[in-house]
């Protein structure tokens, strides 16, 4: 005589999990983000899974197993059939989106792909920056551009846009081209690093760096007139506009980012700078703000 064997019409949970062959937690997250409504439940309020939910959680176990996101499946999920369609015509939606999920997402990583491979081709760093901005930095001999230079246009390029970088790519230009001048650029930088917390803002140094530096910035200017470099930046202007009517090149960074004034953008990027060294800048500004104008 065979045993005779009744199968339950609703199993618990546990044995929910066990069959489909996960876990009691993953179907009670299945439950939080709505990809698998909530079954009926026990007298003593425990979940009860019948033959269509458990159908539902071994079909969610099949996509999950293949990779797929389960915040892919819900997306699909919600997109399917409307209620009452038939149970083939929903799940072969659900596929059909799930298809177009993918595709847009296969698409997107794509784009990513090329910009690593953008990145990586131009140097880390480099690739970090608009095409506008690094397209005038290539041919340079390698390791004329130091690691700051191309940090420096990266900050200028979230404050003033991608035009306004690609003009301060002249400056690091005529550096990388003239290695007097990269030197003298050196020495005014150390000694701007020297004014420091234990040097007051009134000593007598503060003033003769600031010298030290509007002198530099105006032989800088001076190599960048007489390189050529200027009429690069005048043909700039004029090939960004052809491209971008009306925009004057400010607005944002040019990676989708939502543009930010420059008052905001100096108050959030931090630069440790001692009382002196911000006398300093105060003073070199000033210095050239009462030269004569330019013949």
């Not at 930046?233 to 543009?259: C, K, N, R, T, Y």
Request: proline share 6%.
């Amino acid at each position: 005589m065979y045993a005779s064997f009744s199968p339950p019409r609703q199993v618990a949970i546990g044995d929910a999990a066990s069959f489909v062959g996960t876990t009691p937690r993953a179907i009670r997250h299945y439950h939080e983000i709505g990809l698998l409504p909530e079954p009926e439940r026990s007298p003593g309020g425990r979940r009860r899974y019948g033959y269509a939910e458990m159908i539902r959680l071994l079909w969610i176990r099949k996509m999950a197993d293949a990779g797929i996101a389960l915040t892919d499946i819900r997306a699909a999920v919600a997109d399917a059939a409307p209620a009452g369609a038939h149970e083939d015509q929903e799940f072969a939606r659900i596929l059909e989106r799930l298809e177009e999920i993918l595709a847009a997402q296969q698409a997107e990583l794509e784009l990513q792909r090329t910009a690593v491979q953008r990145m990586r081709t131009r140097g880390s760093r480099m690739g970090l920056l608009s095409d506008i901005v690094a397209s005038r930095l290539e041919g340079l001999p390698e390791g004329s551009l130091r690691q700051s230079d191309l940090d420096s246009l990266l900050v200028t390029e979230r404050i003033f846009g991608p035009l306004g970088a690609a003009i301060q790519a002249s400056r690091f230009l005529a550096l990388a081209t003239h290695p007097d001048l990269r030197e003298e650029s050196d020495l005014v930088g150390a000694a701007e690093e020297a004014l420091d917390d234990t040097v007051a803002v009134d000593d007598p140094r503060v003033a003769q760096v600031a010298a030290e530096r509007r002198a530099f910035e105006l032989r800088l200017h001076a190599v960048i007139e007489e390189s050529g470099l200027a009429e690069g930046e005048e043909a700039l202007f004029d090939s960004w506009e052809d491209l971008h009517p009306g925009d004057d090149g400010e607005d944002g960074d040019g990676a989708g980012q939502e543009p930010m004034s420059v008052v905001a953008a100096v108050g959030k990027m931090p630069y440790d700078f001692s009382p002196a060294r911000l006398r300093c800048l105060e003073l070199a500004e000033g210095i050239a703000a009462h030269e004569p104008p330019a013949s």
